[in-house]
């Protein structure tokens, strides 16, 4: 912190926690408290019990939360393939070129998930490409989403990359192929674990363009929030809320594990 005086430091922390606690963590707080809550009627829950997990324990929850998983993991591998290739043969390329590419896949983030989803809804619904009431229509949704943020982070770690790596192992008589796998790839990481990660944590919450494309049989979590919120559930709506945030919590911080190993190899 680029503040050298004790006041002048305090002062900054009290304008962080006097920001950051409502803002950010009294509504998380307040969702944790919901989840826990057999009434509430005044400032604080009462009644409280675990009677809200037991029932997503033994419901379709742990279903949607598995829907979420694999779907979130599947749009995050092919993500993270088509963003990374799209950076590396994006360095080649020139300028005007690249912005090209840039606008392309910045596109899907520039304009509201429910118009990407309705995309897909038009251009799957008939043959030879007929995905519409397909699993495979909700993870393309999700990938096309979040590639743009795998793509932005390969090309900032690219543009950040020594290239004295890469032409001392060129001068040694490498081929590309073998620069790229063994020496480019290794060195790039760090920011591939951590484009995996931001990609998993915004496909398990990915919602609007969801719903208008997920078939009866794969229901990822959030639709399922909604669905118990919008009938008037909103405890159990908290609690299948804090299931799909810790176990979107513990395979960042899984991942968190294995960018840092990268990072010091």
């Not at 063994?182 to 990660?197: D, E, F, M």
Request: some cysteine.
């Amino acid at each position: 912190m680029l503040v050298h005086s004790a006041a002048a430091r305090r002062l900054v922390w009290a304008v962080f926690f006097l920001l950051f606690v409502p803002v950010f963590a009294l509504p998380l707080l307040v969702v944790v408290a919901a989840s826990f809550a057999g009434g509430w009627s005044g400032a604080l829950p009462s009644g409280l019990t675990l009677t809200h997990y037991r029932d997503i324990a033994t419901g379709d929850a742990l279903t949607a939360l598995t829907t979420s998983v694999l779907t979130a993991l599947a749009a995050s591998l092919a993500a993270l393939t088509a963003g990374t290739w799209a950076a590396l043969a994006a360095e080649k390329l020139g300028r005007r070129s690249r912005r090209v590419l840039d606008a392309l896949f910045l596109l899907p983030v520039a304009v509201p998930s429910v118009v990407v989803g309705l995309a897909l809804l038009v251009a799957f619904s008939q043959p030879p490409f007929l995905l519409n009431g397909t699993p495979q229509i909700v993870i393309i949704a999700h990938t096309v989403l979040v590639t743009a943020f795998a793509y932005q982070s390969v090309t900032a770690a690219l543009a950040r990359l020594d290239p004295a790596y890469e032409q001392s192992a060129a001068g040694l008589g490498a081929r590309p192929g073998y620069v790229l796998w063994r020496v480019k790839l290794p060195l790039l990481l760090p920011s591939l674990t951590a484009a995996a990660g931001l990609c998993f944590a915004l496909s398990m919450g990915e919602l609007s363009a969801t719903m208008m494309l997920y078939p009866p049989d794969w229901m990822p979590l959030p639709v399922q929030i909604f669905a118990a919120t919008d009938r008037g559930a909103l405890f159990i709506g908290a609690a299948l809320a804090v299931a799909l945030m810790a176990t979107t919590l513990l395979v960042l911080l899984g991942v968190s594990r294995v960018r840092t190993r990268a990072a010091h190899r």
